[in-house]
């Protein structure tokens, strides 16, 4: 099997002492903690990946993936449970809002203690942490903010910040629920560039490692020229545009990004340039959601969206990057496709609410997305749903569990409303962060087959809406509502 690699380039800054430091202290943690389970998921898709590529090309070709450095460990020191974990990415570590640390229950009690709050500006970005560093997006006084801080204490090492309108130039409705940057920013290990993109479809690559520094920018809207986006569903006067909202994708070389242009609604960038690698087959408008999801077809690397009128799944390698593998069509009122689909193996689950409330399992495979069935007495409207043990869980108007095989309920309960996200932990409960900020402890199906059972709950905050997703790192708990205020909660040491 052939693989290429690349060493990085030496950076003439690196004597600088916070950008040292962090880059110094993640390598060490990442070689320490890369063989878990945690990033199995990353690994086994990058490597299929470029495996798929060295079989299937007899030249080089701008799309020939790396494998980073930061993987190799796994092979050296094999697969082990880790207790710590970043979150480097959208929903996590394998981007499916699993992790690899203890809830923190006692048995007793959920020991958790406020550790220090920040304001990181407006907007429903949700953090990312990589080592001792968080990283926050927000908007303040007409721009986009850009910060790394320290993770145990809160405290500001560098920000970055471009001018920005609070809203995107095609904004249109429901601005009283939402404002600022709401995308996640992408943290690629390997180069140690932070990925960020604006409502305003201002896309960034900071570089982590030199205080922050600008590596390149374009904007979408500018160069792609996305259109407001129309109404789709057959309600009239339902149509919304909350600009930019799904989290870039790195997978090896490639930045995929959500564009929703007239050259296609999926185009990939090369990460360390910015210079454009393809676009997508499909040209569907954007949807609101949390950006591509890695999922193989076959043997094929691809990436499944939920666009503003269909799920889509795209291939991102062999002859064809960009060609349309599979469609299914959902449309929404609103402009409500904001949960991100969930892929376990070739199944993607989908879900919405209003006119299309439902979730919805499909079976993916070269030019098919197969119904495996559908529940119209349930859905999600915002969280993205969470597959785990044959379960899928998610909140929304209450905490839900229904049966992955058959879609039907196993237990629903909660005091949770449109607002929340949740996590599942090692030790199998759900981590739930809803409303304007409440916090709590649920028991999966694994450990409570009766029904809903909340071990203890707690009000972080109380002002805006808590659409950031909840983040736990190294024994931290990372809530964010809407205003921008950031609370990191910990638990005590084992």
Known sequence: MLFTFRRPRPSATTQQTPSRFFDDRARRRQDASTGGRKEFFDFRFQIQTAAYMSQTHSRPRLLLLLVPASLLTVLSAGLRPIEAADWPHWRGPARNDVSSESSGWTGTSWPLAEQWRVAAGEGSSSPIVVGDRIFLTGWTDGHDVVSCRDASTGQEIWRQQYASPRYGRFALGDQGLYSGACSTPEYDSESGLL????????????????????????????????????EVAERRKTQRDYGYTSS??????????????????????????????????????????????????????????????????????????????????????????????????????????????????????????DKVWQNDKLASGVCSPLIHDGHVYWAWRG??????????????????????????????????????????????????????QQLAARSVLSATDAWPHVVLSERRFFCRDRSGTVVCLSLPSP
């Open 195 to 230: 990925f960020t993109l604006g409502t305003d479809g201002d896309l960034n690559a900071w570089d982590t490692r030199d205080n922050g520094r600008q590596v390149w920018t374009l904007n979408l809207y500018d160069r792609y020229h996305a259109k407001q986006r129309p």
């Open 248 to 369: 870039p994708l790195v997978i090896g070389d490639q930045l995929i990004v959500e564009v929703g242009g007239a050259r296609g609604n999926l185009v990939s960038f090369q990460r360390r340039t910015g210079k454009e690698l393809w676009t997508s087959q499909n040209q569907d408008e954007a949807g609101h959601t949390g950006g591509p999801v890695p999922v193989t077809v076959g043997r094929l690397p691809c990436v499944a969206v939920l666009t503003l009128r269909n799920l889509v799944v795209t291939s991102i390698a062999g002859d064809s990057p960009g060609r349309t593998i599979a469609t299914y069509p959902w449309t929404t009122d609103f402009g409500n496709n904001i949960a991100t689909p969930a892929v376990f193996q070739d199944s993607v689950i989908i879900t919405s609410s209003y006119n299309q409330a439902a979730i919805c399992r499909l079976r993916i495979s070269e030019g098919k997305a």
């Open 399 to 452: 905490v839900h569990c229904v049966d992955f095989e058959t879609g039907r309920e196993v237990w629903s309960g909660g005091k949770i409303g449109s607002q929340g996200s949740c996590i599942l932990t090692a030790d199998n409960r759900l981590v739930v962060y809803g409303n304007n900020g409440d916090l709590s402890l649920v028991e999966t199906a694994a450990r409570s087959t009766e029904g809903f």
